[in-house]
């Protein structure tokens, strides 16, 4: 759920879901074209010749994956 350590948040199972079936699809392909995004980002980087730190440092990849943390902390509280 959440990282800290002394987390209050319990996770239910049987817990109906805030956002509906259409949403958790869209949330679900959203993250999806993310990751693709991203693996076809680091191809592409690798294909220059940059090394793990330069990708790493690379704004564009930065975004992608602050996006992708931002989908997976939504999808993970549904």
Not at 6 to 20: D, E, R
Not at 30 to 57: M, N, S, Y
Request: a neutral charge.
């Amino acid at each position: 759920m959440c990282n800290s350590a002394n987390c209050t948040h319990v996770y239910t199972p049987n817990k109906p879901a805030t956002l509906s079936t259409e949403d958790q699809a869209s949330l679900w392909a959203d993250i999806k074209a993310t990751r693709k995004a991203l693996a076809a980002r680091v191809t592409f980087l690798e294909g220059l010749g940059f090394i793990d730190e330069a990708v790493a440092e690379d704004q564009q990849m930065i975004k992608l994956e602050a996006l992708t943390r931002g989908l997976w902390a939504r999808f993970r509280v549904l």
